[in-house]
């Protein structure tokens, strides 16, 4: 990012007539270049240096727009000089003054690196303002289509690691289908603040994870994955419960870049079998529990704070949520029902999650996850969609506790989604 004083020096030059460097070591040429200069229609502010060591010398003092440079110069000769000069001033347009039988020369140097050439003697102060000016105007369009390619290269390798960042769900073998979506509150993102995981441990036990670290952007996006992973070696480890929540968050306070940042999470683990989930809660809202029958309820266990709200001193209970036949669980982040509804400061909250989702109650799993998440946006379109990280995940039990597990798991939530947020 370019600092103040960087972008006050930029616009400072383009306001300013443009600097000409004339690099010629005849004061016959170097006299025509400055009757051109005088009776160009072009203002521009004209140094003339005798060779490439002086024109070293003054590249290194201000640098120029433009550089009229003589291929025959004492200490540099031909397309030599060329290269020299884009070796100490890359972003410096140059244009070459050749001979009346160098022409092919002129090519040569083009095509080295050179925006333009002009034959000695055959040059009008018209033409020769235009030369100056268009040069000018090639290397700032050639600079500029290599920054958006080096930025649109970053935003790939970017993009990339992002991926390999989110979390590849551990099942093997339980009655237990999966839906997870994550959707990031940051523009052009695929890794925000909140974080999941799910990983089934060799007894046959489904542990899921959900959370949410304070604040948006990448350091908050590193914190969350820190998080996931060190839980996910805790659980293949062993650790659980209030252990589990402890240990993350000596992790958090050691890993966070600001004192300020907490994360909140929910932290629950279903045994081969049983008809209850034994829930950790730390800050974290509540989770909606689907019946076979379609009915959707409020379930909030009670729970710690935040880690690093109170570090050292907090306690994180583990309690039990029984789980029906046939029944499901929803766990998610606040950026599913923080968004404003209509024009007001109304938000959509715990209650209007609820009654969403008691409307969705019948369809399936998949179904019931992207039209909620929908559902929500749709409600805070007109202020500009969900601005917070959204992450859901949708457990359902079969009945058929050793059947077949089926994980259906999306690291980023639908385009279209992406495409009506604002801003």
């Known amino acids: 990012m370019r600092s103040a004083g960087a972008s006050d020096s930029a616009a400072a030059r383009q306001l300013s007539p443009p600097l000409v460097l004339l690099v010629e070591d005849d004061p016959g040429d170097a006299l025509l270049v400055e009757e051109l200069v005088a009776d160009s229609a072009l203002k521009m502010r004209l140094q003339w240096v005798r060779s490439m060591a002086e024109a070293r010398e003054s590249l290194t003092m201000e640098v120029p727009d433009c550089v009229l440079l003589d291929l025959h110069l004492p200490d540099a000769q031909g ?47 018209e033409l020769f303002g235009r030369a100056v000016r268009y040069a000018i105007q090639r290397k700032q369009t050639e600079q500029a289509a290599v920054a958006l390619q080096a930025s649109h290269m970053q935003a790939q390798e970017n993009a990339r690691l992002e991926r390999g960042l989110l979390p590849r769900p551990l099942l093997n073998s ?81 890993e966070r870049v600001k004192p300020y940042v907490f994360a909140t999470l929910t932290s629950l683990s279903v045994p081969v079998g049983a008809a209850h989930a034994q829930v950790t809660r730390a800050g974290h ?73 008691r409307e969705l109650g019948d369809l399936e799993p998949e179904t019931f996850v992207d039209t909620l998440i929908q559902r929500a946006e749709d409600l805070a379109e007109e202020q500009g969609g969900l601005a917070d990280d959204v992450a859901v995940v949708h457990l359902h039990w079969h009945g058929d506790k050793e059947g077949p597990t089926r994980s259906v798991v999306e690291g980023r939530y639908k385009s279209s989604i992406g495409e009506q947020r604002r801003g």
Not at 201 to 224: F, K, Q
Not at 345 to 353: A, H, I, V
């Open 79 to 125: 397309l030599e000089a060329v290269s020299m000069i884009r070796s100490r001033a890359e972003q410096v347009a140059i244009v070459v003054l050749t001979g009346l039988a160098e022409e092919e020369t002129g090519s040569a140097a083009v095509a080295a690196g050179a925006q333009d050439y002009l034959v000695k003697g055959r040059v009008e102060p």
């Open 174 to 254: 339980a009655g237990v289908e999966v839906v997870a979506r994550y959707r990031p509150g940051r523009a052009q993102a695929l890794l925000g603040g909140d974080f999941y995981d799910i990983v089934q441990g060799a007894d046959g036990t489904v542990h899921t994870l959900i959370g949410d670290v304070s604040g948006h952007g990448p350091d908050e996006a590193a914190l969350g994955v820190a998080l996931r992973i060190a839980w996910r070696t805790l659980v293949l480890s062993g650790v659980t419960g209030a252990e589990q929540v402890g240990r993350l968050e000596e992790i958090m306070l050691a």
């Open 285 to 357: 809202p509540g989770m909606l529990l689907r019946s076979a029958e379609g009915g959707v309820e409020w379930v909030e266990t009670s729970g710690g704070p935040a880690l690093g709200v109170a570090p050292g001193v907090s306690l994180w209970p583990v309690e039990q949520v029984a789980l029906p036949a046939g029944s499901a669980l929803v766990l998610f982040t606040d950026g599913l029902f923080e968004g404003h509804i209509g024009n007001g400061r109304e938000r959509l909250g715990e209650e209007g999650l609820l009654g969403l989702a």
